[in-house]
């Protein structure tokens, strides 16, 4: 599947015909003919015009083609053509005086017939030139609607094609189905993007002759991402084994390249294409890691939680008007001295919402990361922090710094910095006064412009906290980069290391790793005094959880204060 040079023709540069011709008096005329238009490159034997098409196919507009050839006859030669993936597009015209072949040239599928003896040069010209148009005209077609590294068709293509498929197809149960490699990108990381390529052009090979033999389409969707359309089907693992076929060169364990796959199961065809396919990835998000069972079904369950992120998405911006969405603030606790101190607090959302009641964000920043909107939510968590950070100060005379949290999307927005510095600006606060929480994650896409857009903010005297620290797959060297001024450890290594078999040592190993980057370590979901104090004895700086307090309402969290000033010791 290489990119056709054809396409990319110089309008002043000739366009190359391979004449396929033994016969040396048939040779000069149809030169003749055609050699002040057209390059003619002359192959005398079927074997030599196999060579040649083999090496040059990339730079030919066309074929003419004897059928009376000594050795391989033009017949073999063309069905050799045709069914080979790489040049089967290249146009053939048959030269032949013989009328009979006509409908077997045809099957093979040649695209015009010469009678021998030649017609008038302007009737062979005309011909050739019609063939040669049509043949471009579909090549430039063909690379608009296809992905250049497999040839698959394109996303927006695709679902084109998919909606055809419907009609010619009413009443045939289909499903939608969405696979893609898991860890795909750490595999990348490990072999290289060459191999990686590799990977994806195998894949896409399997799924094309699957879908030649069965019928349906598919895409590439994304970067691992896949999509088929096809007859509704009674063996998923059948099908994903298939799919998978020969992507490993002797890979084994935890080398093994591994598909996942979400199956929407005699999609509904009233729902829009694209919704059809986002079932699908729901369905596959579903099995994700699951080594043992990496199908997923689209279900009842799923539905309902589509029906929930409709309302969600349909609620928001009257939510947002009436001020349905609350900040908590949960309080961080410098333990360094012997008597831990209140040092700062996280602003966490909640949606008070009038049908629902209480929802947490798990429900709704995901959802809202995902169409766009976290932009304008986060924009009024932070108005709403500062404005409170600002009423602490001028009504408590308490100076507490608050830490917001940064959603990956909302560092794409060039006027990310602009935004914060107008709210602090608004409020009266210095940009020291509110720190900026970043999950590692954000890091992993596009990291030379994320890490240039917060060295900015950085430098602008805002703080920055990693946060989940350890989930994000950064190299070291990657983290050695980042502009940070403080770690938090991810949740999961505290839940995990104290479990009901308790195993500290990979909590120790992160702990320590973050003390090495000199900057303070921060642990959050700190529960009960025993992890408080593992945790304090293993160098962490700053705790954050329930064993001091759950993210409360603004009201509430002011008995902090109260306390701190009973012990004097609020910076
Ligand atoms: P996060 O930023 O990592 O926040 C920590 C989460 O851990 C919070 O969940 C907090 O309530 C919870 N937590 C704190 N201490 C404990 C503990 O001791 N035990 C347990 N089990 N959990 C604890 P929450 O508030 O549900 O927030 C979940 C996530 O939603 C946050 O994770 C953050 O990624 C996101 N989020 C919350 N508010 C915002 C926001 O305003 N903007 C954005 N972009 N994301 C937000
Ligand atoms: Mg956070
Ligand atoms: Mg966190």
Known sequence: MTDNKNLFRITEERRRVLLIEDDFVCQEMMKESIGDTYDVVIAESGEEALDIIHEQHDTLSMILLDLNLPGIKGLDVLSRIKSDPEYSRLPVIVMTSDNEAEVECLSLGAMDFI??????????????????????????????????????????????????????????????????????????????????????????????????????????????????????????????????????????????????????????????????????????????????????????????????????????????????????????????????????????????????????????????????????????????????????????????????????????????????????????????DLLLEITESAYTEKTDQIVTRVKNLRECGFRIEMDDFGSGYSSLSMLSRMPIDALKLDIQFIRSAFKEQKDTRLLEAMTGLARSFGVPTIAEGVETAEQFTELKAMGCDIIQGYYFSRPLPADEFEKFFAKEYEEENLC
């Open 115 to 432: 009678p021998k003896p030649y017609p008038a040069s302007k009737v062979i010209l005309a011909r050739i030139l019609r063939t040669v148009e049509l043949y471009e005209d579909r090549e430039t077609l063909r690379m608009t609607e296809r992905d250049q590294l497999t040839g698959l068709y394109n996303k927006e293509f695709f679902y084109r094609y998919a909606v055809q498929l419907d009609l010619y197809h009413k009443d045939e149960p289909t499903d939608a189905i969405l696979f893609d490699v898991n860890h795909f990108h750490t595999y990348n990381d490990r072999y290289g993007k060459v191999r990686g390529n590799e990977i994806l052009k195998r894949i896409a090979n399997n799924a094309m002759s699957y879908v030649k033999e069965s019928g349906g389409i598919v895409c590439r969707s994304g970067a691992d991402t896949f999509m088929l359309y096809c007859r509704h089907l009674d063996d998923y693992q059948a099908l994903l084994d298939r799919l998978s076929a020969d992507l490993d060169d002797g890979g084994s364990g935890e080398n093994r390249v591994r598909l996942r796959m979400g199956v929407y199961v005699n999609a509904d065809k009233t729902v829009d294409i694209e919704r059809r396919f986002d079932r699908a990835k729901m369905a596959a998000d579903t099995s994700r890691d699951r080594l043992t069972d990496p199908v997923g079904f689209f279900d009842h369950s799923m539905r309902e939680a589509e029906i929930l992120e409709e309302q969600l998405i349909d609620d928001f911006h009257a939510a947002i008007r009436e001020k349905q969405f609350v900040v908590y603030y949960q309080p961080k606790y410098n333990v360094k001295q012997d008597r831990p101190f209140l040092c700062s607090a996280e602003a966490l959302v909640r949606w008070k919402h009038p049908t629902l009641g209480l929802v947490s964000p798990g429900t709704f920043i995901p959802l809202f990361e995902k169409n766009g909107l976290i932009q304008e939510l986060d924009y009024y968590v932070w108005s709403q922090a500062s404005s409170q950070i600002c009423d602490w100060k001028t009504r408590l005379n308490v100076s507490l710094p608050v830490s917001v949290n940064v959603s990956r999307i909302d560092l794409y927005d060039p006027e990310l910095m602009d935004k914060l510095l107008n709210i602090a600006k608004k409020n009266g606060l210095r940009p020291e």
